[in-house]
């Protein structure tokens, strides 16, 4: 943490900014980690303190920090055409080429892409692309979305509603759309004694049929979720989940919706979530991985079904009334173009395959570990669950004192990662090497060996 008092940019920041997902009050005692320059996975703070960036700073930094490829992407499409839109039919080939190259890395059947700049904007854009949709149909009671707790979607009025988490909900008057939370699918917290994952995806299944029944197939217009859930605590779908969600879906005519916005571009050493756990959505919403974060990108991929619902509602209309100011900003796909061109060469994919099974072996080392009751994963992205006694999985109480103590205890070990609760969760850039998730692990078993150290003064009950 930079010296409170000795740095002009400390109190610059804690008298001027309010920073998303910090307690304000104890971040004016604090102060800010102020990160001032990064290369490869290794991220610099104003003393010169190195971090290994285990989150790859918010599950995004694909190629790694500082690569000069997306550098000059950027400054060669702002000499040439900085700005334009693509509102009323303006074009421009940055936008034309990537969302060409994204119809060609989906799946077959999603053939349209419209672009926003969040994750938030693109999920919000799919409810009301959704809306639109169905109302063009004449569906007009289809609108009502199935999400899950714990699902991360982003935290605009639409995307935070389907967002299951409380802390996106409480005091900001939300859900303010029509969903249905169902249960999470982590079976090491929400499987019952003696059922098998299969037996625990088919309860999940069973009732989100229940669900849908209840309020009616014909007020049930989408399903989306994450294929492994990744912000609401690092967890991979049981056994055949979404072979069940897929089946439900075609059933009632709900459309599935499959949030990449982490999972996409070889995250878990597969394409995409949906192709790594085999089922395929009627969307498909991405963002991060597609610029690694270097410029604020997102793009919605969706079937030429949905594509002619609302172009045909839009002759009518006169116009599809929605857009953003950035949608397909030239700037950002370019640089999307280019990054997507470097994961491609450098097999990157293959990469977080490869590499991400020695992380994920090398973490599963850690299950004898007196903290840790559960390491999950897939490809570069784990979280590790340190609860109070591991015979019966009970959690530390209060929940999140732990993770916090372990986050702190990171930045002493030079290692940044994400405390959810008392889980800890590791994105790593997907360009790491063997020898650089051996030193991320032997920091991570110091970061392990502090917090368990601390335990005594963290006044749990
Ligand atoms: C799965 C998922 N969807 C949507 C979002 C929201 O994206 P943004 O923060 O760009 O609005 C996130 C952000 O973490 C996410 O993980």
Not at 26 to 46: L, M, Q
Not at 155 to 167: D, F, Q, R
Not at 177 to 190: E, G, K, M, S
Not at 442 to 449: G, H, P
Request: aromatic share 8%.
């Amino acid at each position: 943490m930079a010296e409170l008092g000795s740095n002009s940019l400390v109190q610059a920041d804690i008298a001027s900014l309010l920073h998303p997902y910090t307690d304000a009050r104890a971040h004016e005692r604090n102060g800010p980690i102020v990160i001032e320059r990064g290369k490869g996975i290794f991220v610099y703070d104003s003393n010169g303190t190195e971090y290994i960036e285990g989150l790859a700073g918010l599950w995004s930094v694909a190629v790694g920090f500082g690569e000069p490829r997306l550098v000059e992407a950027a400054s060669r499409q702002m000499t040439k055409l900085s700005y334009y839109h693509t509102f009323s039919s303006k074009s421009h080939e940055p936008s034309i080429r990537l969302a060409e190259k994204l119809v060609e890395l989906t799946p077959q059947n999603l053939t349209r892409v419209f672009f926003t700049s969040s994750g938030s904007e693109a999920n919000d854009t799919v409810v009301k692309m959704v809306w639109y949709m169905n109302n063009a149909l004449g569906r007009h009671q289809k609108k009502k979305f199935l999400a899950r707790n714990k699902g991360y979607h982003g935290i605009t009025v639409a995307s935070g509603s389907l967002t299951g988490l409380p802390n996106n909900h409480r005091d900001f008057d939300l859900p303010a759309i029509a969903v249905r939370h169902l249960t999470c699918p982590h079976f090491y917290r929400f499987g019952q004694s003696g059922e098998t994952e299969e037996e625990f995806s088919a309860r999940l299944v069973a009732e989100a049929e229940t669900v849908i029944l209840e309020e009616g197939p014909e007020t049930i217009a989408a399903f989306i979720g994450e294929p492994l859930m990744a912000a609401g605590g690092v967890m991979p779908p049981p056994k055949r989940y979404w072979q069940g969600i897929e089946a439900l879906c075609r059933k009632y005519d709900i459309l599935l919706v499959a949030d990449e916005v982490i999972n996409g571009f070889g995250r878990l050493g597969s394409s995409f979530g949906s192709v790594h756990y085999g089922f395929t959505p009627d969307i498909i919403v991405a963002s991060k991985q597609l610029t690694s974060s270097y410029i604020p990108l997102a793009a919605i991929i969706f079937s030429e079904e949905i594509y002619n619902a609302i172009a045909d509602n839009s002759a009518k209309i006169g116009t599809f009334g929605h857009g953003f100011t950035a949608s397909g900003h030239p700037v950002a796909t370019a640089v999307g173009l280019e990054n997507l061109a470097i994961i491609e060469e450098r097999d990157l994919v293959g990469n977080a395959a490869r590499v991400g099974k020695v992380l994920q072996d090398k973490l599963l080392a850690f299950s004898d570990h007196p903290l840790v009751g559960e390491v999950r994963g897939a490809g570069l992205i784990a979280g590790i669950e340190l609860v109070a006694d591991k015979a019966s999985r009970t959690p530390f109480s209060p929940i999140g004192r732990v993770g916090a103590a372990a986050f702190s205890a990171g930045h002493e070990h030079g290692l940044i990662v994400r405390a959810i609760g008392d889980t800890i969760a590791l994105c790593p850039p997907l360009i790491i090497t063997e020898s650089e998730v051996d030193e991320l692990v032997s920091r991570l078993e110091k970061v392990l060996d502090t917090t368990a150290s601390r335990l005594g003064s963290l006044q749990l009950s």
